[in-house]
């Protein structure tokens, strides 16, 4: 089975830099449109393929695995579907089939990318820095289980273990409940006051322009000095931006659970 097997893994976006996570060199988290937050990285294993043990650095899209798998499993791809049949690319190092690709489109942010160029319209998100790996667990987490961070697995396991044995413990006691249920409410209230700083520190123009290949981690904006390369861009994006159905500069939008022009959406993974 194993020589007539592909195995993929990959992910669906960048670290979440709230909980720890670090994307260096690149720009960014989880949840915003800088390469660090959208860029993925990955590896396939098969026997089937041609070139081995190399790096391929053309671009690859999320929506391109499933034409990419059906080719490589024989099948026939529907004019329908979404993305491109990037097979001869992962099996013998070909040239990616793709030169752009849609990062996101909202009522209020948006971005592109075609060829080496990549335009961003209103705002990246609210991570905007190039975010080292912290020293401590990160106060402000996206969930309820905080991470351990420690470079020896015996102790991360040994820290578990206590943790495990004293929540048990603290929940026999009377009051722990609503105990628990304030230190949250004041953590949370700590991390709304945290990120807005974290919004009024960075303020962007409108459109951000850079230059991916020369410039990966997005430190200069080219919106000004380029303005063939933007026009085009911006004229594919709002071209996109129709085609969604999706008008922007509108004065409300949420990205969390909810309908948002009559649909529900899940907002961010």
């Known amino acids: 089975m194993l020589g007539n097997t592909i195995i993929v893994f990959t992910t669906d976006?960048?670290?979440?830099?709230?909980?720890?996570?670090?994307?260096?060199?690149?720009?960014g988290s989880k949840t915003t449109l800088w390469e660090g937050g959208t860029r993925g990285v990955g590896f396939v294993y098969s026997k089937r393929l041609f070139k081995r043990k190399y790096v391929h650095e053309g671009l690859f899209h999320a929506v391109d695995w499933v034409p990419t798998l059906l080719a490589a499993a024989g099948g026939k791809q529907d004019k329908k579907l979404d993305g491109i049949n990037q097979w001869p690319m992962l099996r013998g190092g070909k040239p990616s089939r793709r030169n752009g690709f849609v990062y996101s489109i909202s009522e209020t942010s948006a971005a592109i990318r075609i060829g080496d160029y990549k335009l961003i319209v209103g705002s990246p998100g609210i991570y905007n820095q190039w975010f080292t790996i912290p020293k401590t667990k990160s106060f402000c987490n996206s969930g309820e289980v905080a991470e351990d961070i420690f470079l020896y697995d015996n102790l991360n396991n040994a820290v578990r273990n206590i943790k495990s044995y004293i929540s048990w413990f603290g929940s026999t006691l009377p009051?722990?409940?609503?105990?628990?249920?304030?230190k949250r409410l004041h953590a949370l209230q700590k991390c709304k006051q945290k990120a807005k700083k974290e919004r009024q520190k960075w303020v962007f123009p409108k459109f951000l322009l850079y230059n991916i290949k020369e410039d990966p981690t997005e430190t200069k904006n080219l919106a000004g000095s380029k303005p063939m390369?933007?026009?085009?861009?911006k004229s594919r994006l709002e071209r996109y931006w129709k085609r969604a159905k999706i008008f922007p500069n509108q004065s409300t939008f949420s990205d969390n659970t909810g309908k948002v022009n009559g649909v529900w959406t899940p907002g961010w993974c």
Do not use: Q, T, V
């Open 13 to 27: 976006n960048g670290g979440a830099a709230n909980i720890a996570g670090s994307n260096l060199p690149l720009r």
């Open 229 to 233: 390369i933007f026009r085009k861009l």
């Open 175 to 182: 009051g722990y409940s609503y105990w628990r249920h304030y």
